[in-house]
């Protein structure tokens, strides 16, 4: 038996978060529902940005007052602000998930200010709401911005550290353009664990260059334990149109459990519920295991190999 | 510097040979010398099997004529029996690679003939030839037949040992169908190279459900250095309609390169050849890089950025 591995489930978060058409409240319902029966450890259920930001969350307070919720799954949302944060206190999530990038350009893109607010922005929703509710920080960016190029890995260090120091929970380290290579995880991953032992080390990887499980591997080879995944690959990156997304949740806990890891996800449960995203999202979706099926299904021998066995026999 | 790693590009042979319609003479031949001023250490050019098999590659003669060979490149051709073999002679090939499965049921299904027979039949061909030509013998299904299930890597071991005993240059270890995953993989190159420490080994995976390059990342750990990998990730398997092909050539070149493998290959002039692949096969092709770009191919900063960051400084 090996370690136990921990999915935080983003589809309907950072997934739906990049799609052009309006997914009904009815909809998110019904999938959150679904994936709760799955075993995940965590689902991102939605953001409390502003509804003229990203439209298609618009609805965060109804669907987070509609779920139902299972024991032994946590229920995170996306906090951008101390306003966010507020509205979010009232439909009592089991966690903050804070963000900012390490990257200066990538923050004022993304978040239109420098790191330095955004830092203050969040430390503000850490103090006033941190004891009521455990805080996570995503870091955007961390294994390159797509403007900037490289960011070094003493720079995420030092990010992770002010958050570390202000007694959050969990971090998560995102590469959020699908920038990282195997060799660099494995030694973030590393210096992580190492300075961070206390905190929960989640790793957000893309597929976007096709090297997402390739990622997922050089981290749990490095003792990680905890990964976000979307299904069905949703997400993607605007710098790369066409490119794959987040890395699909079935297929990295399919890898994982072929390996003999355990997920605590149940696949045969999965799969039904990821062969409907393309269905919920109008087009078709990068992840592979929903279409190829696990490496335990097997196929009939034709007829012509049937006839030649029982000859040979 | 890390270890030099070898890739045999197989798009033209393995990627083509699954397309539905007939893809021209010229536009073979233009393809291969294109590839060949890349930096592969090989290409697999054609199969010299029967037009009525394969219609697809009925021009192998032709193709092997026209191509401009380069120095430093070896051009190998597929060999199904001492008939395609003949043929092949007098197109002077760098190497001939035969194939057979380690599978009894997937032998018949491909083969239509039981494994004793498909190993009569190639040790003819190495007996005949094995003096004028180098051989490698590619092993079909080594990781899992869709049919049968699991292989025991004993049997593959023992297919292996066969061959290695008629001196053949080099095996290569096929996950015909996209079934491998990560740990099996180790397990298996570290058994391979400690048995066959003398032979050439390459590692032929399918991406079918996303542990593509996952997979080569666990063959690069354990020390193998040949890969068989196709342009735009075109190959598929029967058994996974809409599931991935071979690996994408230029996405496991591109893995390697940003962690510092030397591999030989220019990815600056590899890159525009991928991007004509789907031109050339009328569809969209799994490859990701080709769409993204490389880690290092940055994007300018949207102008209300530009202007944050001069007020900032």
Not at 5 to 26: A, H, K
Not at 119 to 125: A, G, P, Q, T, Y
Not at 159 to 184: H, N, Y
Request: with cysteine.
């Amino acid at each position: 038996m090996r370690q136990r591995i921990y999915f935080n489930e983003v589809v309907t978060r950072d997934g739906f978060q990049m799609e052009s058409v309006f997914i009904p409240t009815d909809t998110k319902v019904e999938l959150i529902n679904e994936l709760s029966q799955c075993g995940y450890a965590k689902i991102e259920v939605t953001s409390f940005t502003s509804a003229k930001a990203i439209p298609m969350l618009r609805d965060a307070e109804e669907v987070m007052g509609r779920i139902q919720r299972v024991q032994g799954v946590e229920y995170t949302v996306l906090i951008p602000n101390i306003r966010g944060a507020e509205r979010a206190m009232d439909v009592k999530p089991d966690e903050f998930n804070l963000v900012m990038s390490t990257s200066e350009t990538h923050n004022l893109s993304n978040l239109r200010m420098p790191r330095k607010k955004s830092f203050i922005s969040l430390r503000e929703v850490i103090e006033k709401f941190g004891n009521q509710v455990p805080i996570n920080v995503s870091l955007s960016a961390c294994f390159g911005c797509p403007m900037e190029g490289e960011v070094p890995q003493q720079e995420v260090l030092q990010w992770a550290e002010k958050f570390s120091d202000l007694g959050v929970r969990g971090l998560t380290i995102c590469d959020t353009t699908g920038m990282a290579q195997p060799e660099q995880v494995a030694r973030m991953c590393e210096a992580l664990q190492k300075r961070f032992s206390k905190l929960q080390i989640t790793l957000h990887f893309h597929n976007t260059r096709g090297m997402g499980l390739a990622n997922v591997l050089a981290s749990v080879q490095s003792g990680v334990a905890r990964f976000d995944a979307s299904l069905g690959g949703l997400g993607g990156c605007p710098y790369a149109p066409g490119a794959s997304g987040n890395i699909s949740s079935e297929d990295a806990i399919h890898m994982l459990d072929a390996m003999g890891y355990q997920t605590g996800v149940d696949l045969s449960r999965l799969l039904p519920i990821a062969r409907q995203i393309p269905t919920i999202v109008s087009h078709e979706v990068p992840g592979q295991v929903a279409k190829s099926g696990r490496i335990t299904d097997l196929h009939p021998a034709p007829a012509y190999v049937t006839d030649l066995l029982k000859e040979i026999s």
